[in-house]
């Protein structure tokens, strides 16, 4: 078992397979793409494999991760099998139009049928920094360099594909767009998925992302996203992560507003073995609105680790942050929310909540909220706590006949249901909806819709 | 400018009320730090052998230790060799009356508003004076003395009750506990020491002031306090310091033990030179205070009022190790013009059903900035624990910042952990409806953020409610009333 080699080892190799494979990575992309590589290879040297006891990662160790030994796809897979045969949405009668990556690469035999609107670009990363150039050059990359963080430098220098989405200025999608990235080989595997997602002036347009692992190998995918919203456009990004228990899962959503913009997210944590999600909101100017929402439910001996960063730059706006957790067995979750408000971003509101549940003895729970203010004319405030199911409730539910098991499962689905009634897609909130009952009741397998069958 | 920008800008200007330098003779050592200098201390205090081992034992450690970065400050680097360690008013001799004491010490207490005699009288406090480092004048032993209360100073605890000492030192604070603490460990001057025998309850406030005075002289204070059980003591320590311009480096240690159903009760006022309103000067304070609660159904509540310092570092914990062991924090820290302060506590639950409570209010003016950060873990054995912690932060100016940064690490699903905190102004709202009943805007920003802290101030004892509701007002000169 290679768990055991130390962050530094295990950084110099990662290192030394950039350089060694360099010139594939490079192959067929762009000098804008290729040019910020050899920057974020640096950056991760400088930083290495975040360990625990790092402020930032004070409860999860990236070795759980990095440790491992996978496989690497540096050449552009091509696509012959129909996704349809090999999977199945877990979340049925959805009606969107949906993309399908595999391994991080952009599926571009099955993405023909997703019947997009023609306004709406959508290609992969590769073809976008070649086609368009501007849109690419003026947003690639730069939400992450604000940011030095060592999991998205990684990606940053070895992201060879991802989804590329740009809705035009004024242009309202009326269904969602659903992005579907499929895991799975025969080997273990690391996959460095990059998106840039582009929202133009008032326009208008929901995303659901899911990820899902169709073969039992040990997988790594280090994802991350740019979402950039222009002027009063209105964005939703639901995640899905729904991964076999072998897996281990970091993503980064970086998303930079500008004004009047309204956006929400909604990480719904159903089955992965180690996750670690950093979500990254700009509030660049005034009276825009983030709303940053998840629930995660975990179990075994899983591990979800949540951190948020919501940056007021300037005045006039608003942010409210809500996290759920519910663990069982050995499971633990830890929760960091940072605010920071900056020198002069008066009349700012930030609201932040996170709740959890512990359901056994054994589940542990770390939470950090994190407030940083420097404006007097704010609103602010935060909320955690940690806790079990409610006797007096459960015995109200018993007096009036509903038996133990079922109370508690009403109690628990209406803890989690105050993250789930926030979605702005009424038939993903009762989708939402069934999947947390499912999961609650052990229900739901890992690799619902997998054909495989392999547990 | 509005009317609250105006009495903001009267609060950067006004200076520190306590000001002033006694010039009577110290008996100092060379500057600098190493085995020898530790050596000279513990000779010229008189101590045992097991005494200086435990001084070089922290020396050794400390010289491993690099100085902590992790909290929300900008303390420019301290030269540790360009410090006093030791230094002690010359005249040393013990008192019989206050008539032998050096006048101009009297002076000194009488400016700072504690003059011994009434406060003998008026106040029934018992005082263990601390000036710089020698304890010079213990009133009230004798009626301690009666019901086998040991209330003295560090030195003479070393030498009268070394038994005590030695089982007790350290036990709370390890010497390899903290960059500073093993700094306080291995230079400590003096301190204050208190034994409660069991089943005694102490007929009245035991208090200290702690007191920097030659220029240049870390002050390492130490206290140590033990409560056998069912006994009960209240402990106050209030402090205020001199103007200067270098920084002082000032790193104490408090340890308090909490045998079975025993209750301490811990309450300081800290009002040190903060620097002046170009944050030039002022004291660094970084203190380790950690409370033990050994036996069942023991009890220690720390409540505190920060007022001064130019950098705060102070994080008064508990380890809630008997069952059914309660603790209680209750902050106040007022920061103005460049103060900053990162300050808080732990709560480290252990014992079965054991319960804390942490109430912090931050009131951040002028350029300063203000830190919460605490610590609530819970460990796999502590069933049924139970935690409560509100951080309120009140901003007075938009160049002041106030943080807070709570960790809540829980390993057991029988816990019942919340924690809330809110930031926010004092409202306009508020103001004007005192306006309107003729309250000035002046006093109804004092009445607001009196009111704001009040919570914490009644849970001070009546005789040092009063002082830290006149340091509020000082340290918010001009905007409170």
Redo the contacts between chains.
Sequence with gaps: MSEHIDSNTMKYKLISLYQQNLQQINEGLPERMNKYRDQAIREFDKQGIPIKGE?KY??TDLMHAFGRTYGYIFKAPNITVDSKTIFQCAVPDLDTHTLILENGWYDALNNQHAELPEEVVACSIREAAVKYTDLFEKHYNQQVLEHPESVAAFNTAFAQDGMFLYIPDGFVMEKPIQIINLLRGSNPLLVNQRNLILAGKNSQAKVIVCDHTLSQQNFLSNTVTEIFVDEHAVFDFYNIQNQHNQSSQLSSLYIQQMQHSNTLTNTLTLHGGFVRNNVFVKLAEEHAEANVFGLALVDNKQHVDNFTFIDHAVPNCQSNEMYKNILDDEATGAFNGRILVR??A?KTLAFQSNK?I????T??????????????????????????IDEDALFYLQSRGIGGREARMMLMYAFAYEVIRNIRVPVLTERYGELVEKRLRGELSRCEGCFVHCN | MNEQDKILSEVTQSDYKYGFVSSFESESIPKGLNEDVIRIISAKKNEPEWMLEFRLNAYRNWLKMTMPTWAHLKIPEINYQDIIYYSAPKQSAKYDSLDEVDPELLETFNKLGIPLDEQKVLAGVAVDAVLDSVSVKTTFRDVLAEKGIIFCSFSEAVQEHPDLVRKYMGSVVPSSDNYFAALNSAVFSDGSFCYIPKGVRCPMELSTYFRINAANTGQFERTLIVAEDDSYVSYLEGCTAPMRDENQLHAAIVEIVAMNNAEVKYSTVQNWYPGDKNGKGGIYNFVTKRGLCQGKGSKISWSQVETGSAVTWKYPSTILLGDNSVSEFYSVAVTNHHQQADTGTKMIHIGKNTKSTIVSKGISAGKSNNSYRGLVKVSKRAEGARNFSQCDSLLLGDKCGAHTFPYIECENNTAILEHEATTSKIGEDQIFYCNQRGISTEDAIGMIVNGYAKEVLNTLPMEFAVEAQKLLQITLEGSVG
């Design positions: 402020e004070k409860y020198p002069d008066q959890n512990c359901l056994t003895p589940a542990r729970f770390f939470t950090k909220p994190q407030l940083e203010i420097y404006a007097d004319d704010v609103k602010c405030s935060h909320g955690a706590t940690i806790g079990q």
